[in-house]
Each structure stands twice: as structure tokens, then as C-alpha cells.
């Protein structure tokens, strides 16, 4: 049996999913809240399998509460079910750790199929949304990779230099160029690296496969 905890602050759409579900076999609704600090309470006490979490709720957004519910633990999934697509909120929703990001004008089919997958670890999201989500991906990849293509072979030398622990001065001494000159480069590396010093941007080097 999967057990379900519903939160929106709308009584109707509670009703109406609540026997969307009720009606199914082997899901059952163990526990409903109409805001984010009910929906943690509830989570910690009821620990269902999965959440459906409205996007727009009082206390805290379906964001918000999901990032909260993921710090304190919660294993359940977690499926946002809401009346906005735009894709800003469909990343922001994944990235915060929930596991399928539904609209409300989902069919009921689609509904408890989505509530099996998210049980058994499979992301789902509506169909309408999918072009758009793969349309922010892809954007997020070119600007990535705009970002990647902007250092010059010599900044890449330098952070190659600065990952063997070398001075500003010893890597002038290197590259034929003044101890100023490599300090202020440096600098404009950890603005292209979003990096707040020399450790960060060797590290974000690395983990991007630059250096």
C-alpha cells in the first residue's frame, strides 16, 4: 500500500484528488496539511511515501518546503502538483530535491501512475512540460559551455600553475609576465569561474574537466 500525504491550502482540490486516490487500489491518503510547516510536521510524523505538494501555499512556497523537508530528512517522494508550468519553477522544484513536477490538469490516470513511479525512484513530469524543461536544459548547457569556451589557454595555464601550488610571482616567472599582470588575470578567472579566490577556481577548474 503507498501511502500519501496531500498538502494544498485549496479544500476542494484536496477533496477531489483525495478521491482520485482513495478510489485506487493499493494507494491510500494517510494524512492531509494546507501549509509548510504542516506539511514538515505531517512528513516527520506520518512518513508517507510520497507528498504532493502544491507550489503556492501559505508559510512557505512548494520550493521552499520541498528544500525543507530534504534537510530534515525526508525520504518520501515528493511531487509537485500545482496550476503554474513555467519552466523557472519546474527547475527550481527539481533542483530543491523533489522527484516530479505534475499540473493540476493532469489526468487521474497520469496522476496515480506518477505516484507509482515516484515509489519506485522514476522522475515524472507532465508531457506538456517536457519541451520546455528540455529547452531550459539545453540553454543551461550552451551558456555553460560559453562560459567554459571563455578562458584562454594561458588563463587555463595559469590555474594549472596555481594547482601546483605556485606564487602570482612564480607563475610570471613562468609565463613571461609580471606578478601584477598574473593578479589581476587571476581575477578575471574567478569572475568567468564565479570563484571567490585562487582555491575555488582551481577546484571548479578541475571539476568542469578545464585543467
Keep these: 500500500m503507498i501511502s500519501v500525504l496531500l498538502v494544498d491550502d485549496h479544500p476542494v482540490v484536496v477533496e477531489g484528488v483525495r478521491k482520485v486516490l482513495e478510489t485506487t487500489e493499493g494507494i491510500s491518503?494517510?494524512?492531509?496539511?494546507?501549509?509548510?510547516?504542516g506539511a514538515l510536521d505531517q512528513a516527520r510524523l506520518l512518513?508517507?511515501?510520497v507528498i504532493l505538494l502544491d507550489?503556492?501555499?501559505?508559510?512557505?512556497?512548494g520550493v521552499q518546503a520541498t528544500r525543507r523537508l530534504r534537510e530534515q530528512g525526508t525520504?518520501?517522494?515528493?511531487?509537485?502538483?500545482?496550476s503554474y508550468g513555467d519552466q523557472a519553477?519546474?527547475?527550481?522544484?527539481?533542483?530543491?530535491g523533489a522527484d516530479g513536477?505534475?499540473?493540476?490538469?493532469?489526468?487521474?490516470?497520469e496522476l496515480i501512475s506518477a505516484i507509482r513511479n515516484a515509489v519506485r525512484g522514476r522522475?515524472?513530469?507532465?508531457?506538456?512540460?517536457l519541451d520546455a524543461v528540455l529547452q531550459d536544459l539545453s540553454g543551461l548547457a550552451r551558456e555553460q559551455t560559453k562560459r567554459d569556451a571563455d578562458l584562454s589557454e594561458e588563463d587555463r595555464e595559469i590555474l594549472r600553475l596555481a594547482a601546483r601550488g605556485l606564487?602570482?610571482?612564480?607563475?610570471?616567472?613562468?609565463?613571461?609576465?609580471?606578478?601584477?599582470?598574473?593578479?589581476k588575470r587571476l581575477q578575471v578567472i574567478f569572475t568567468k569561474l564565479n570563484a571567490v579566490d585562487r582555491a575555488h577556481a582551481v577546484a571548479e577548474s578541475m571539476r568542469r574537466g578545464l585543467i
Design 123 to 129: 522522475r515524472q513530469l507532465s508531457p506538456e512540460l
Design 101 to 109: 513536477y505534475l499540473l493540476k490538469t493532469t489526468p487521474p490516470d
Design 47 to 49: 512518513k508517507p511515501d
Design 89 to 96: 519553477y519546474v527547475r527550481q522544484a527539481l533542483e530543491a
Design 29 to 37: 491518503v494517510t494524512g492531509v496539511a494546507h501549509d509548510a510547516p
Design 167 to 183: 606564487t602570482n610571482r612564480e607563475i610570471g616567472r613562468e609565463l613571461g609576465r609580471s606578478e601584477i599582470a598574473i593578479k
Design 75 to 82: 525520504q518520501s517522494a515528493i511531487i509537485i502538483l500545482t
Design 55 to 61: 507550489l503556492r501555499m501559505p508559510g512557505a512556497s
